[in-house]
């Protein structure tokens, strides 16, 4: 039998939601081990500011999916970062249902996140990936009712009131603020992060793809727990990469578009 169970991320909990995105293989792997250090040192800080910002799905008793949201105060929406359900075995068996609907119940209530009010709406921006044969969090978010907004067909909205049509609040970019010390060298932006994938994932293929081509160039890592004004001068966030002296705008999941641009900036 299926018994599914939803709980709100709490310190007891926050363990579970901290490993629930690590596959079983991963768990011993001291790159997977930082990644989760880093999303708990996070973590630890999102439970102090917001309150439960996730929730964790257990399936007969074990973590097994998550969805992971937080408050945009000024369009008065609640915005989900993240839902996800790892193991294949636990697909199609009503988890992220089960992850949503519970989200569902709290945003129809009046929340402190917004004085005392309700949300608007609930609003993502989907990631692109996923396993082969995986529902992709688009396909997911669609099947629920969240309609498209503007262009992309990955930044999606759900109103929670009649006839509310989300339009974003146009944000002004300054973008990263580049330094005379990044030039000839690759800095790379790891420290406390939403998604444990960041640092092992992400930010070591970064490196990697580096290194495939450029076998000299200096990389300089920065933590931003541990050199906070390195990261404030420069105007960037964890998961950022500086090619001398110049921000990379793709992601290593696009590993052509990284490869161009870092050849651009270096050669
Ligand atoms: C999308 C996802 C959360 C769905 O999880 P799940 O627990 O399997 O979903 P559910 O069992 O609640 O199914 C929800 C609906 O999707 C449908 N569905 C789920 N997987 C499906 C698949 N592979 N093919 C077709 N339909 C599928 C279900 O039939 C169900 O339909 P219904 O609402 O009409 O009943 C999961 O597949 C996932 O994690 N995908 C990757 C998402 C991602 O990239 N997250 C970011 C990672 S960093």
């Given amino acids: 039998m299926d018994e ?15 490993w629930v995105c690590v596959s079983p293989e991963k768990r011993d792997d001291p790159d997977w081990i930082r990644g989760v250090a880093d999303k708990k040192k996070w973590a630890v800080e999102a439970l102090a500011e917001w309150g439960p910002f996730a929730k964790v799905a257990y399936h007969n008793g074990s973590a097994a999916g998550m969805i992971h949201y937080r408050p ?15 193991v294949s075995s636990h697909w199609r068996k009503g988890i992220a249902t089960r992850l949503l609907s519970s989200l569902m119940e709290d945003v129809k209530k009046r929340m402190r996140w917004f004085d005392n009010r309700r949300p608007l709406a609930l609003v993502t921006k989907t990631f692109l990936g996923g396993a082969p044969e995986q529902y992709t969090a ?16 990955d930044h999606l909205y759900y109103p929670l009131e009649a006839g509310f049509v989300y339009k974003p609040v146009p944000k002004k970019e300054v973008g990263y603020i580049p330094q005379d010390e990044d030039r000839g060298k690759v800095v790379i932006i790891s420290g406390p992060d939403y998604c444990p994938a960041t640092y092992p994932f992400f930010l070591k293929r970064t490196e990697k793809y580096i290194r495939e081509t450029y076998l000299e160039v200096p990389i300089r890592w920065v933590d931003s727990s541990e050199e906070p004004a390195e990261v404030r001068k420069r105007n960037v966030a964890v998961g950022d990469c500086i090619v001398n002296a110049r921000l990379m705008p793709s992601y290593v999941l696009d590993k052509d578009g990284f490869e161009r641009e870092a050849k651009a900036a270096l050669e």
């Fill in 72 to 86: 945009l105060s000024e369009e008065r929406v609640v915005h989900i970062d993240c839902i996800y359900v790892l």
């Fill in 138 to 153: 688009r396909e997911f978010f669609t099947k629920k009712g969240f309609r498209q907004i503007g262009e992309g067909p």
């Fill in 4 to 18: 599914i169970d939803v709980r709100d991320v709490t310190t007891e909990n926050l363990d579970d939601l901290c």
